[in-house]
């Protein structure tokens, strides 16, 4: 089982270099509801080429919290089966971490 977050989302849309959340048929991959809103946030973001401010930073790393803490649910209600935790945020993989998950793509 795969847990991907927005930016494991995005790097794939956006065909941004690095790593990718590696598929193969039959895998499972899941995530929260939390994707659809951070990258449709994202894809606004980017055609505006804006910069985010205070305040959305700190709405973002609430919603990362969210993402960890969906992960966390996720593994314990499939025990046995390995959850890999898929990001390319740097400060959702130290907190994935910090709480035991795998973390993949950073």
Do not use: C
Not at 43 to 63: H, I, M, P, S, W
Not at 68 to 96: C, K, N, Y
């Amino acid at each position: 089982m795969k847990y991907v977050d927005a930016s494991a989302v995005l790097r794939i849309l956006f065909a941004e270099p690095g790593p990718t959340v590696p598929l193969a048929a039959g895998d499972r991959v899941v995530s929260s509801r939390l994707v659809e809103i951070e990258s449709f946030r994202t894809v606004d973001r980017t055609r505006l080429l804006g910069v985010l401010d205070d305040e959305q930073t700190v709405t973002k790393r609430a919603l990362d919290a969210i993402h960890v803490a969906s992960a966390e649910i996720l593994a314990a209600e499939a025990p046995g089966e390995p959850l890999e935790f898929w990001t390319h945020d740097g400060r959702q993989a130290t907190a994935a971490r910090s709480r035991g998950l795998a973390v993949f793509g950073t």
